[in-house]
């Protein structure tokens, strides 16, 4: 009997993605999905990534996948036979570059009609962006969305066999997929996903209906992951969700939160740990006070404030007042007076005054944050904020956004030249991006350093002598202890 491919054309649903369903979430394990084996024999694959570690981490598990079905890497994008593109929606300027790319890769596929091109990651659970693809971008392939990689086994097989044309993205979705193989980037630092999904639905986001409800891993898997990264040599974990300060409020049969989850990791044998993104509305003073503990968890917080206004981050409803956001920074800097914190901020969100944005210039400086990401709002078809009126002229968000920045750099500047002279421990990453005969690094702080030392560093922890500071990076000396 003929296979029913029509099963494999199901578009997302932005109304659907809204939906937030009350059961708890169901954990499925990939071996139960994975049953087709080696369709990817003598084949290479490409994966372009854009946007959070969220979507790195998701990569690395589409690599795994790919790679237990016998697909090798390739670094020549040009003659491969898979190039997918994981996909980021939380800015238009993101997604253009998406469409771009795919525009150039278009001579490719005529090249060699059996390249398989795919577009998978957080723009296809867009409903307008499916609708583009099918437009206009006819030679894509494959198509699916966030909740669904564990499915890619089965869909690869569908395009390759009976070259039929998959789209599948699932909108209403809330499962996790735990054992799914990942071949990590790094072999030093690793990425461990703690949380899916985000519930905050702050106005001007897409991420809520990309990523679905939020809905946290058991700790026990969580713990277990990190055992096995000890094991294998591994030295830094980030642990990822939208709103880490959140884990476990999903919970409805253990009272298990992030601070347990610091406190259990904080006893393991790993060198270090970091994570992100904290939300200032569930970040209170004992998990500040856990932090403080210091050892592996590290002095280095990412904390978005997004606006210092109070009015502005009501119409954002990022649910905290800058009161509550000053009084939190307090704490940190009371508890963990050596912290490095570091922000987002949108400028020019719809409605924003001249003295609205003033109070966020006075938040930065009073801060004192060591480096901010800064964005202009962007307009995200089917948010709330979409239907507000965006009457910030596009010439006063740059120059607010050039204006943000200079102060931002000033305090990239001062954090880095507080450690003039000092000696600080720095997790070998590799050589200098620019010169080969430079090693590379991260401090606890998280601040870039290049030195001179032998390339048997690469992967250690050693303490290094800072020597000078730039705004973006810092320079130390290693001395290697005789
Ligand atoms: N969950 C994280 C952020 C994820 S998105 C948090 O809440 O902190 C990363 C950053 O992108 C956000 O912090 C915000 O500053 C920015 N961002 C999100 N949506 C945006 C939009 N529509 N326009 C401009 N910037 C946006
Ligand atoms: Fe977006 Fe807000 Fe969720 Fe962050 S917390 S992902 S900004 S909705
Ligand atoms: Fe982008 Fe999706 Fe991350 S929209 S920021 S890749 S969650």
Redesign the pocket.
């Known amino acids: 009997m003929a296979k029913d491919y029509s099963k494999y054309f199901i578009k997302p649903s932005i109304r659907d993605a809204r939906k937030r369903r009350k059961e708890d979430t169901p954990v499925l394990d990939f071996d139960d999905y994975f049953n087709i084996q080696g369709i990817g024999n003598g084949k290479t694959y490409r994966i372009e990534t854009y946007g959070?570690q969220g979507n790195e981490a998701d990569s690395e598990k589409i690599r795994g996948i790919l790679e237990a079905l016998d697909f090798t890497q390739s670094d020549d994008l040009e003659h491969a036979d898979l190039i997918l593109l994981n996909t980021c929606a939380?800015?238009e300027n993101a997604e253009n570059r998406v469409f771009g790319e795919l525009g150039r890769l278009k001579q490719y596929k005529r090249n060699n009609p059996d390249l398989i091109l795919g577009v998978c990651g957080c723009m296809p659970q867009e409903e307008q962006v499916v609708e583009k693809i099918l437009k206009r971008y006819h030679y894509v392939d494959l198509v699916f969305g966030t909740h669904n990689i564990y499915k890619l086994p089965e869909y690869l097989e569908t395009v390759l066999l009976s070259k039929e044309r998959v789209i599948e993205v699932f909108s209403e979705e809330g499962s996790i997929v735990e054992n799914m193989p990942k071949i990590r980037e790094n072999t030093k630092k690793a990425w461990v996903n703690i949380m899916y999904g985000?519930d905050?639905f702050?106005t001007?986001?897409?991420?809520p209906y990309t990523r679905g409800k939020e809905r946290s891993r058991l700790p026990e898997h969580i713990l277990h992951e990190v055992q096995e990264l000890i094991d294998q040599g591994y030295q830094e974990v980030t642990l990822l969700g939208?709103?880490v300060n959140s884990y476990g409020n999903d919970f409805t049969d253990r009272t298990y939160r992030f601070k347990d989850l610091l406190n259990d990791l904080h006893q393991m044998d790993i060198a270090r740990v970091r994570f992100t993104?904290s939300?200032p509305k569930d970040f209170d003073e004992e998990t500040v006070q856990i932090l403080a503990k210091g050892g592996n968890l590290m002095p280095y917080i990412h904390l978005?404030v997004?606006s210092g206004s109070n009015e502005v981050l009501k119409r954002m409803n990022r649910k905290y007042t800058k009161e509550e956001y000053y009084q939190l920074v307090d704490h940190i800097y009371h508890y963990i007076p050596h912290a490095s914190l570091t922000t987002?901020?949108?400028v020019g969100f719809p409605g924003e005054t001249e003295e609205q944005f003033a109070e966020t210039l006075e938040l930065v400086e009073y801060c004192r944050f060591e480096g901010a990401?800064t964005?202009?709002?962007?307009?995200?078809e089917g948010?709330p904020?979409a239907s507000y009126e965006d009457d910030v002229p596009m010439a006063v968000k740059k120059e607010r956004l050039a204006r943000l920045n200079k102060i931002v750099n000033k305090g990239y500047l001062h954090g880095s030249k507080r450690f003039e002279g000092k000696t600080v421990k720095v997790l070998v990453d590799g050589t200098s991006k620019n010169n080969d005969s430079i090693l590379a690094g991260y401090t606890e702080n998280n601040k870039l350093v290049n030195f001179a030392g032998p390339t048997s560093l690469i992967g250690q922890i050693v303490d290094v002598t800072i020597t000078e500071s730039k705004t973006w990076f810092m320079l130390g000396e290693y001395h290697d202890g005789n």
């Open positions: 959070c939380v800015r985000c905050e702050c001007y986001c897409i991420v939208q709103n993104t939300h978005p997004q987002d901020i949108i990401f964005f202009i709002y962007s307009k995200r948010t904020a």
